[in-house]
């Protein structure tokens, strides 16, 4: 069978959201020994060890690209550092159950971004889907209002800021190689790490943490890849919803790892979202079986 580029684009979008689950629940396991920042500096050392390789190995690890791509390159790294400073910020004075709230905006203000800067065509049952979707969100974390503060702007910012990443993703040429710019992304959050080890202590590594924080780099660089080819495959409104399958993956882990088994509020909410997963897939489905000559709409 041969894959449309919107399924291939789901499964993408799934298999990154997979990987960067499995690299939090890593760095989870070795936050109990050292700082957050301090194992996002190692963590992004070692990850950009792997991708700097990878990328020599192919050969693309001096590209060379025109002006525009560039300049496109550079909006993405500054989408992606503003995401990570605001949700860092927002993370440590606010509750996560709302910080995650907020995110889980994305598949919405990215189709939006999408419609309006890159002129995609969105039906109304795709955008029925994204803000069902978004329901089940809301049925699993049930965001009390007294936890949002002054900090749920920076939270905002951050989803503008993964838009503007996205986005620019998205409009990068077919010759920029994927694995040069999942370089680039490394280097800027292992820059943003070493940074914040300045503002706290630096505690002594053992050995029982190397391995997690280690096998955490490794996921983290499925993690840049796929998310990266994500985006330049299919049409983001159809791809964007799939990031919601990042809760099915935590709900695994959380059980498997930390023995942390869900609520009925959360498996009620996963259901939706399966479900409007399901739905877009199906009607990806309908749509391939359209005439190809044809006008087709979401």
Known sequence: MVLSDNIRGAALMAASMAAFVSNDALMKLASTDVSMFQALFIRGVIATAIIACIAAWRGQIFARFQRDDWKVLILRMI?????????????????????????????LAVTLGAAVFLHEPV?????????????????IIRPGSEGFNSYSMLAILSVAFVVLRDLSTRRLKAHVPSIFVAMT???AITTIGGVMCLTTEWRPIEVATVWPVAAAAGFLVFGYLF????????????????????????????????????????????????????????????????????????
């Open 79 to 107: 989408g992606e550092i503003g995401a990570t400073l605001c949700f860092l910020t927002a993370l440590f004075n606010m509750q996560l159950a709302n910080v995650t709230a907020i995110l889980q905006a994305l598949p």
């Open 123 to 139: 039906g109304w049952r795709r955008w029925t889907a994204i803000a069902i979707g978004f329901i089940g969100v809301l049925v």
């Open 185 to 187: 992304t490394s280097i």
């Open 227 to 298: 998310s990266v080819m994500t985006m330049r495959v299919g049409e983001i409104s159809f791809v964007a919803p799939f990031r919601y399958t990042i809760l099915i993956w935590a709900i695994l882990l959380g059980i498997f790892l930390f023995g942390e088994y869900p609520d009925e509020w959360m498996l009620v909410g996963s259901a939706i979202i399966v479900g409007t997963g399901m739905y877009s897939f199906y009607r990806e489905r309908i749509r391939g079986r359209s005439i190809p000559h044809r006008n087709r709409r979401p």
